[in-house]
């Protein structure tokens, strides 16, 4: 079954209200974060540390507010980082659904080819570079496109329109530029 992007979109909303209701606003970049801080964790066992007062840490980012992000380091099975995993585990399970992936799913888009040529890699170095500088700028800004844009708007946030209508009107302008080809 293949949803239409109406149907998507709907359900993707009543999922961002029931967070928002039940949980929290939907939010997974600082979950990057926290999974560097594992990893770094690993390698310095000094990188955090449990105080009287909760945790603390030597990075002074993991260790702002707090000690909030050191705490989730030390304790990752928390509900942002199981949502995070349940994204990536549920798109599996979708993908499989749809009976997997074949080849002509990960080759170029007829749009890409156009543009670009026919390079499956060039494609998927281009993804990883832009996947790069969003989650860059999502942590500049305090949090990224879920958080802002659709947390941010459905809770009717002044920094979740203003983030919106920035993005749009950086994104539209390098499309064009970028897509200049019709494929």
Known sequence: ??????TGGLLLGVV???AVFLVKPIGVSTQ???LDGIIGDVVNSELVTQTEDGY??????LDKS???????VSNPLNYSFVFVLAMMAGAFISAMLR????ASERSVSALW?????????KRHAAAFAGGFIVLYGARLAGGCTSGHMM???MQSSLSGYMFTAGAFLAAIPVAMMMYKKEA
Do not use: C, E, H, Q
């Open 1 to 6: 079954m293949i949803l239409n992007w109406k």
């Open 16 to 18: 961002f209200f029931m």
């Open 32 to 34: 990057f974060v926290i």
């Open 56 to 61: 603390a840490s030597t990075n002074a980012y």
């Open 66 to 72: 707090n000690g909030k992000y050191a705490k989730a």
């Open 99 to 102: 009976g997997g992936v074949d």
């Open 113 to 121: 080819r156009a543009n670009f040529g026919d390079s499956v890699w």
């Open 151 to 153: 947390s941010g708007m």
